[in-house]
Structures are given as structure tokens and as C-alpha cells.
């Protein structure tokens, strides 16, 4: 039985794939179920399973060639079968089109250059061949030079994910006294020969170039901005955190909860323009945005309002480490009535984000910064967090907006009302 392997359409926004490496070689058994090869789409990594037995008797896309959906990789048969007219439809494959290059500059050394998939260093085999591991985790290991046959995985199933590359590859924690008389190194890259470098658009940042100028564009963005009071919320946290056998909570979770009632209360905000109505929505289904180095990744947790903050914390780390690991199935990766974007842990203060369409709106969430709080005539220190909506003006109007940001922030200012 002669079986094609498909390049998959795995979000709705996919038109082209990329492969990165191919985990079978040609002449390689394969079973139903393996996985057979890693495809670069608009949003993640991710490996794909063969769908029938036999042995991989072509490769047809090679590593880096990119086809459109839907167009054939590789061809899976059984050795006795002909597989010459399958492998004569077989399409060509395209690479990115380098940019155009100026020759009074000198072009850049191949040292400078990523650290390609195909150099990640060999692994021992587990009981499919090879070690588990993320293509994120493979691609720190080669970038640090860690053995990835040495680590013990603390992801899904064992798998090794990049916080165990980033633990081994750390150095050893200094003393007390070191620690304390230590100074944050600023560590500036040797400068090269070259004037500049050019690179391709990954897949991920060519459909974010795509889909920007359609969103910020056509859709007439407005924004309001809260100040919210984190004494409280940041005192609880501590306290939960303490608790032994009991999930982290962090302030994002928080954020995420809050937002969920707060669209319950106000499904004006939970609402897309569609055609010529607008689609109000009942569930709450919250984009988190997850930066990687190809670009931002909006995977979605779902039902929200219906799931208690320890629930939600648990899969939303699960999920921002399933996405830097490119390991997001293909239903996560749509769906989300609101998303939230949180820069806080970069010690940015306030911002504005983009709408990702169809939804209505996004809220760009701060840093907690301690600061000079005036109450009762009274100066204290106070931890404070500045939140900003935006809008999709043709969805909904300012004072919704604002109203909806004014039950986030009262959730947030009174915690206990979270754990409910």
C-alpha cells in the first residue's frame, strides 16, 4: 500500500510548510503512528505522525524546502510496491527567496549565522530511536553545547523541554556573599566585518508582516488605560505560593481569570464584527501571547470563566511551554474571543498591543512597579499595574470598553473574589 505524506494545513492562516528535519531517512521502517518528520508552519513547530506503515521509500521535500498545503513530502510504501508515477507528481520545492544583496558591503560570515535543526548533535536512542526532546530544547543544546543524552526531561511525558537545557547549561549558583556583591553584567557581542546581514522571513514572521497591516489598518483601534492597585493580589500570591503541594499562581493567571468574568459581565467585549452583525460570544476563550524568537505566538485556553485559577495556571504554563516547544496541537492554535498580552516580566511599564482579528479586543498588561501611593492624606509605597484595552471601534465604543476594565480591575484589587 503506497501512502503520501501531505504537507497538513494545521491553522487557518497556513498557505505554505516548511520542512525542518525529517526524523526517518529513506529506507526507514515506519508504523502508523511514528512521528516522521518536523514542518515549520505560520505559528509553530511541529512533528506529524505517519498515517500508514511501510518503509519511507522517498523523501521528497527536503530539509528546508517549503510547498504549499496539501502538496506531497514523501511517500511511504511497501518495498515490492511501484511507486514511480506517485514520485513523478511529485511537486518542487522552494526555499525562501533570498533578499537582494549590495556589493559594496561585505557579506556575513557563516560563524554569525543560526545554528541550522539538522546540526543539533546526535542523541541516544529511546524506545522510538531517539531522545525526547522539543525543537526548541534541541536547538538550545546545540547553541550551548549541552548533551541532550545527559538530561533528565521535566515536560509532558519526559520530554526534555528548554528550561532543562537553560538548568544544565547555567552556571552553578555563587554563594550568598558573591551573589551579593555581584554586578549585572551587560554583555555586549564582538562586532564583525559585516555592515549587515540578511535574512529570510521565517513562516511565522511572513504571515505576522501578512496579517499586521490588515489588522492595524482596516480596523479602528481605540485604547483606555487602567491603573490597578496589586497590594492585595501580590500578598495573596506570596501566600498561596507557599503552600506546599499546591500549584504556582502568577499575576498573569490572575489577569487571565479576571478577564474571563470581566467578559461574562460584559460580552460587548467578547464580540467580533462578522460580515454585516457582530458575533457576541458566552465563553470565554483567552489568547495568551507567547514570544519566541521566530516571533509571537497567541495559543488559546478555553472555557476560562468555567475553570478555577489553580486549573487555569496549570494549563497555562502547560501551554506557553508546549508553544515555545513548538508541541501546540492544531486546536489551540484558533479559536480566542479576547487575548492578553503581558510584558510585564520585560520591565515595560504601560503599552498598546495590536488586535488580532476577528477578535475585538486585546489588553496589553505592565509591570507591578512599587510607587508613591497618596491615601488619606496620607504618602505610602504601593505596588501598582497599568492595564490598556484595544479596541475595535467598530465593535464596541469607549465606555464599554472602560467598563470592562473597571470590573478587571476591581477582581483584581479584591483577589479572594478569583479563588471562587
Not at 515549520?40 to 506529524?48: F, L, P, Q, S
Not at 497618596?374 to 492595564?387: D, T
Request: aromatic fraction near 4%; glycine fraction near 10%; proline fraction near 8%.
Amino acid at each position: 500500500m503506497i501512502t503520501k505524506v501531505l504537507m497538513p494545513k494545521l491553522s487557518e492562516a497556513m498557505e505554505t510548510g516548511k520542512v525542518i528535519k525529517w526524523l526517518k531517512r529513506e529506507g526507514d521502517p515506519v508504523k502508523g503512528g511514528d512521528v516522521i518528520v518536523e514542518i515549520e508552519t505560520d505559528k509553530a513547530n511541529v512533528e506529524i505522525e505517519a498515517f500508514g506503515g511501510g518503509v519511507l521509500r522517498k523523501i521528497v521535500v527536503g530539509e528546508g524546502g517549503q510547498v504549499p498545503v496539501g502538496e506531497m513530502i514523501g511517500v511511504i510504501a511497501d518495498p515490492a510496491d511501484d511507486i514511480g508515477k506517485v514520485a513523478a507528481a511529485a511537486p518542487t520545492s522552494s526555499a525562501p527567496a533570498p533578499l537582494p544583496a549590495m556589493e559594496s558591503y561585505k557579506s556575513v560570515p557563516a560563524t554569525n549565522m543560526v545554528v541550522p535543526m539538522s546540526a543539533v548533535p546526535a542523541t541516544a536512542p529511546g524506545r522510538d530511536g531517539r531522545v525526547k526532546a522539543s525543537p526548541l530544547a534541541r536547538k538550545v543544546a546545540a547553541q550551548s553545547g549541552v548533551d541532550l543524552r545527559l538530561l533528565q526531561g521535566t515536560g509532558p511525558g519526559g520530554r526534555i523541554v528548554r528550561r532543562d537545557v537553560e538548568s544544565a547549561a547555567a552556571p552553578a549558583p555563587a554563594r550568598p556573599a558573591a551573589l551579593a556583591a555581584a554586578r549585572p553584567q551587560f554583555v555586549i557581542p564582538p562586532r564583525t566585518e559585516a555592515e549587515f546581514e540578511d535574512k529570510p522571513l521565517s513562516s511565522m514572521r511572513a504571515i505576522i508582516a501578512k496579517r499586521m497591516p490588515l489588522s492595524k489598518g482596516p480596523v479602528p483601534h481605540f485604547y483606555v488605560t487602567s491603573e490597578v492597585s496589586m497590594d492585595r493580589a501580590w500578598a495573596l500570591r506570596i501566600e498561596l505560593n507557599l503552600l506546599e503541594g499546591q500549584p504556582k499562581v502568577s499575576l498573569t493567571d490572575r489577569v487571565i481569570k479576571a478577564c474571563a468574568l470581566g467578559l461574562l459581565k460584559n460580552p460587548g467585549v467578547n464580540a467580533q464584527l462578522q460580515g454585516q452583525g457582530i458575533r457576541v460570544f458566552h465563553r470565554a476563550h483567552i489568547g495568551i501571547a507567547v514570544a519566541l524568537d521566530e516571533g509571537l505566538i497567541t495559543p488559546v485556553l478555553r472555557d476560562c470563566d468555567a475553570k478555577p485559577l489553580v486549573q487555569i495556571a496549570v494549563e497555562a504554563r502547560d501551554l506557553a511551554e508546549r508553544a515555545r516547544g513548538g508541541k501546540l496541537r492544531v486546536s489551540e492554535l484558533s479559536g480566542a474571543t479576547f487575548s492578553i498580552s503581558n510584558l510585564g516580566m520585560y520591565d515595560v511599564e504601560e503599552f498598546s498591543a495590536i488586535i488580532n482579528p476577528p477578535e475585538g479586543a486585546i489588553l496589553a498588561v505592565g509591570s507591578v512597579l512599587e510607587k508613591p501611593v497618596a491615601e488619606g492624606g496620607q504618602l505610602r509605597v504601593g505596588r501598582r499595574m497599568k492595564m490598556t484595552i484595544s479596541c475595535d471601534h467598530r465593535v464596541m465604543d469607549g465606555a464599554m470598553g472602560a467598563r470592562f476594565l473597571q470590573d478587571v480591575k476591581r477582581l483584581l484589587e479584591e483577589p479572594l473574589r478569583l479563588l471562587v
